[in-house]
């Protein structure tokens, strides 16, 4: 039983469309993270939201809009991607400050 | 504000050989540290935490890392690298009082056969 779950695994979408990557967690986490893994391999925090509330919102262009419906979901909606948007997307959770969980990553890829 | 800085973005040992990778933070107050691996297009997994217990910790796979806060390091190691062990590393760290997490920006680590 997966503890955090994202889909799409893999995302191949054309310039200038928009699209969702969906993240479940079943941990009873109260916070939830979005982060951007580039061509580099940094990782680089996008947002958290803790009880549906955002916390962090990183200098993220304003095409990216999370959503968190519960504290078990937080998805993030992608407008007008562009090709520097390929990367993988990780989501994670979190309970305290030392338990943290993480997806096992989407790979978007835009054409 | 929490931030870590590793020192060495690729490093390269001989299979056998000592693994170091260089892990040093910089916060108000002590944080929790960890280190995690990444395999080749695979996920990241925990390999061990610092949460204010003992200062060395043991982590999977034969690593450890020691807490030492006089030098501000979290430094991760191994006695004898295994070809398995080449893979991408990151140094994180979380606030205390939680909803903040935080990685390094990563060090590749290639085994020489």
Known sequence: DTAVSQTPKYLVTQMGNDKSIKCEQNLGHDTMYWYKQDSKKFLKIMFSYNNKELIINETVPNRFSPKSPDKAHLNLHINSLELGDSAVYFCASSQGATTFNFGSGTRLTVV | ?113
């Not at chain 2, 260089?22 to 691996?37: A, D, E, I, Q, T």
């Not at chain 2, 080749?40 to 610092?50: D, E, R």
Request: hydrophobic share 35%.
């Open chain 2, 1 to 113: 504000a929490q931030s870590v800085t590793q020192l060495g973005s690729h490093v390269s040992v001989s299979e056998g050989a000592l693994v170091l990778l260089r892990c040093n933070y910089s916060s108000s107050v002590p944080p929790y540290l960890f280190w995690y691996v990444q395999y080749p297009n695979q996920g990241l997994q925990l390999l061990l935490k610092y949460t204010s217990a003992a200062t060395l910790v043991k982590g999977i796979n034969g690593f450890e890392a020691e807490f030492k806060k006089s030098e501000t390091s979290f430094h991760l190691t191994k006695p004898s690298a295994h070809m398995s062990d080449a893979a991408e590393y990151f140094c994180a760290v979380s606030k205390p009082t939680g909803n903040q997490f935080y990685f390094g920006t990563g060090t590749s680590l290639t085994v020489i056969p």
